[in-house]
């Protein structure tokens, strides 16, 4: 996902069908504040593991 994410993004990741989340780091729940978090967990279809 870009770094310019506007709000739209998790209006629009609602309205999907598929939605693939690609996060650089993968935290236990409670690590982000709840605030912080643009993309539901719930709508996210796919996780790829990313190679770095």
């Known amino acids: 996902m870009p770094m ?3 709000p739209i993004d ?3 990741a609602l309205a999907a069908d598929v ?3 690609e996060p ?3 935290v ?3 690590v982000i504040p709840p605030d ?3 993309t539901p ?3 996210v279809t796919h996780l790829p593991e ?3």
């Open 4 to 6: 310019n994410k506007s």
């Open 10 to 12: 998790s209006i629009i």
């Open 19 to 21: 939605v693939i989340a």
């Open 24 to 26: 650089h780091t993968i």
């Open 28 to 30: 236990p729940i409670g």
């Open 36 to 38: 912080s978090v643009k």
């Open 41 to 43: 967990w719930i709508v």
């Open 50 to 52: 990313r190679a770095f």
